[in-house]
């Protein structure tokens, strides 16, 4: 694991989540290189292990157990995850080019993304066919087809795969059986389905020997499978494939599984490409024209070794990339990478059996399933089982999520953090901020008379007749090493302030603290500091009429309001339990997700349905917020723990133990809770105390509008909003919050 106080000098940026590029990460987490750091750009946070997606087909495997959680082996290699799609290289400075963010800048660039599906040259198979490349978005075209066959009662639904390489041999016969399996299920009728096998060559599986081929050729007669030879697709118009020998195939469901190329952006980087848009590579990996960009997997083209689109070079190319990237940094001779001449295919029929095939052996059986089954298990634990960070010293924020704090520190901290656990490898360069910083857009205001775009040493603002100024702060350290990302959460933490009160943000000013760069060169401009790690806060102003007509204060509430929170519940847990490779990366990227949609239409919409009080979730979490706005309301408040809308993952997370450690100061408000002996042991009960980042707004609503402002809100991409308890008259205890299950 990367040792994260070691200063940044290199960069080596992947582009891509295959399954070079995991081998990459691994060896480098294994093996850190002191002062580099890698970077990944990736559309996805799981890689698909090509391997075994057939095996998820025909539903023998999870989707859990078939994907590399990117997230998580990002962590263990110290490296950043960066969810963007890359549109370019500037190879002349040195950066990739991303359709979301500021430039990545790099010493080293990789490529590993797999080819894009060539549609374009038969008309009608963009609009009609189902692309089964790139498989990262496969999963959600079989779902959609696996929900259609389920609602299918009546006729014939005819499926139909273009390509019969061993990836569409295999895709139909997966297909084929899980299909099947789901109307028995179901008590229906599985010949309702009828399958069709199109390819423009005269034989099925063309790279593979006569006796591999004679096989499933009898094994697809035996399923029903009609096969189409010397077929080539030349249109493709509605539930039907247009063949030039004349054929006309009617096609419910068209997937297409015919050979691929590279993205459409290579074209424009000036990188040496073959005929199908790959790039060509020596015999080091390296790119012919550029010796600091390299690629692996289908999406390299090797000069000296043409070699068939298969995983197994993928992952073979892993440990040689690795190897050699780290080299090149070094200033060393690089390391020839010689792929083998003939190579075992292990090709599943759908039923828990596989064909063996290398080179002219050919063998198959049940048994040969059970053998690849424990190869592709042995290989998804080499990427899912690593050192425990939270036993590791040396591991990137260990040291973070372990801090005890003291009585008064815990008090201090909790309503300026949202959490103390700053997340794993959150170290960053001065310069990276600074990039980062230099792609904003200044906003031209007539009230902002001195700004960004005319900068000086304080801003000048002009406060507007009839208008009072609301000032907030906040302030807190990075959780994750994304400074884009993370900019953007800590902007709508601190906003949450002022659009909770139903004021408008006018201006604000940051103040950031960055870690030492490696030259040792202090920060004299700007409002910066040094630090260990990077943080950001903002103070904002913000404007509302100086009557205080529009105010939503904590105060306010009413006898029979409902209460509404917008936002999902969890942040504090989950993130702590990244920073321990607990959590799966589909958890963290819904939580960014959400910790980066803005309060601004949540407060509008609730001051139009009569909120009488208002307040955004942070570091006190829901108890301590809640009991905010009880106590000058000089009300009781009740909350339905099962109707607490919760992050993906946090009920797992805090079901293990795993909180932020702003938790036990939190806490203490149990103190608040009437009846807190009888949920101790609720599964969600630990969920009220979670410390928040850029959480949700919690209000009371009139009763009577609480249906229609949650309809409102959902509407408004609020799709957690949600009716989560109720304001009581004060009663005689002293305890302001009753649970109820």
């Known amino acids: ?54 095996g998820y087909i025909s539903g023998h495997y999870s989707y859990d157990d078939v994907h590399i ?74 779902l959609a087809l696996l929900a259609r066959v389920q609602r299918h009662t009546q006729g014939t639904l005819r499926i139909a795969v273009v390509g019969a390489g061993a990836g569409g041999v295999e895709l139909l016969l997966s297909m084929q059986y899980r299909l099947r399996q789901e109307l028995q299920t179901l008590g229906r009728n599985p010949d309702l389905l009828a399958f069709d096998l199109v390819n423009a060559d005269e034989t099925i599986l063309p790279t593979h020997n006569a006796r591999v081929r004679h096989k499933f050729t009898q094994v697809l007669a035996q399923r029903g499978v009609q096969v189409h030879l010397k077929a080539q697709v030349t249109r493709v118009s509605l539930g039907t494939l247009h063949c030039a020998n004349g054929q006309v195939i009617l096609a419910d469901e068209i997937m297409w599984v015919t050979q691929a190329g590279g993205a459409p952006w290579l074209q424009s980087t000036g990188l040496a490409l073959d005929a199908g848009g790959f790039l060509r590579v020596n015999d080091h990996l390296q790119t012919l024209t550029d010796p600091h960009i390299f690629a692996a997997g289908d999406i390299a083209a090797m000069i000296n070794f043409p070699l068939e689109k298969a995983g197994v070079f993928a992952v073979r190319m892993g440990r040689p990339l690795a190897d050699n990237l780290r080299l090149s940094l070094q200033g060393r001779a690089l390391q020839a990478y010689r792929p083998q001449s003939r190579w075992l295919a292990l090709i599943s029929t759908g039923d828990k059996y596989a064909v ?9 059986g049940d048994w040969v399933w059970r053998w690849k089954d424990q190869i592709d298990q042995r290989f998804m634990r080499n990427f899912s089982t690593f050192p425990s960070m939270s036993s590791n010293p040396s591991a990137p924020g260990a040291a973070n999520t372990a801090l005890a704090l003291t009585s008064d520190e815990s008090l201090q901290a909790i ?30 205001r007539d009230d902002v008379l001195i700004g960004l775009h005319d900068p000086d040493d304080a801003a000048i603002v002009r406060v507007p007749p009839g208008q009072a100024l609301v000032h907030s702060v906040d302030f807190f350290r990075a959780f994750i090493d994304d400074p884009y990302l993370f900019g953007k959460v800590a902007a709508n933490h601190a906003l949450g302030d002022i659009f909770a009160m139903g004021g408008e943000p006018q201006s604000a000013t940051a103040i950031a603290t960055v870690p030492p760069n490696e030259a040792g060169c202090a920060l004299v401009g700007g409002h910066t500091g040094e630090g260990q790690e990077l943080a950001l806060g903002f103070a904002i102003n913000g404007l509302i009429d100086e009557d205080l007509a529009g105010v939503t204060r904590k105060g306010g509430m009413h006898p029979g309001d409902v209460l509404i929170l917008t936002k999902p519940i969890g942040t504090g847990t989950l993130f702590a339990a990244h920073a321990q490779l607990a959590a799966k990366g589909r958890w963290i990227d819904a939580a960014l997700q ?51 809308p919760l992050l993906d993952g946090a009920l797992e997370t805090v079901a293990a133990g795993i909180v932020s450690s702003l938790q036990p100061a939190n806490v203490r408000l149990r103190r608040a809770l009437r009846n807190q002996e009888d949920f101790v042991n609720h599964p969600r009960y630990p969920l009220i105390f979670d410390p928040q980042t850029a959480g949700g707004l919690l209000a009371s609503v009139p009763a009577d509008q609480a249906d229609a402002c949650v309809a409102a809100l959902r509407a408004l991409g609020y799709t957690h909003s949600a009716i989560i308890g109720r304001v009581l008259p004060a009663g005689e205890a002293l305890e302001p919050v009753v649970l109820v299950a």
């Open 415 to 444: 309503s300026a953090m949202a959490m103390r656990c700053g997340g794993c490898g959150a170290k960053v360069g001065a310069t990276v901020l600074s990039r980062a910083l230099g792609q904003l857009q200044v906003i031209e």
């Open 594 to 644: 959400s910790m980066i949609q803005s309060n601004r239409l949540g407060a509008h919409c609730l001051r139009d349905f009569g909120a009488t009080a208002c307040t955004d979730l942070t570091g006190f979490g829901l108890l301590g917020h809640l009991v905010e706005m009880t106590r000058p309301s000089g009300v009781d408040a009740e909350i339905v723990l099962s109707q607490l």
């Open 69 to 142: 959680d990117l997230a998580r082996l990002a962590v263990f290699a110290g490296a950043r995850l960066y969810r963007d799609e890359v549109v370019g290289i500037d190879r002349v400075a040195g950066r990739v080019l991303c359709r979301h963010r500021p430039p990545v800048p790099y010493d080293r660039l990789s490529i590993n993304t797999g080819s894009t599906p060539k549609l374009s040259g038969v008309a009608g198979a963009e609009a009609f066919a189902v692309p089964v490349k790139p498989i990262t978005r496969f999963n959600e075209r079989w």
């Open 1 to 54: 694991m990367q040792n994260s106080s070691e200063p940044i000098a290199r960069d080596i940026v992947l582009i891509g989540g295959g399954h070079s590029h995991v081998g990459v990460l691994k060896r480098f987490g294994m093996q850190p290189e002191p002062g580099v750091r890698l970077t990944v750009i990736c559309t996805d946070v799981h890689t698909p292990y090509s391997g075994m997606l057939p």
């Open 356 to 364: 063996a095939s290398r080179g002219a052996l050919g063998f198959w």
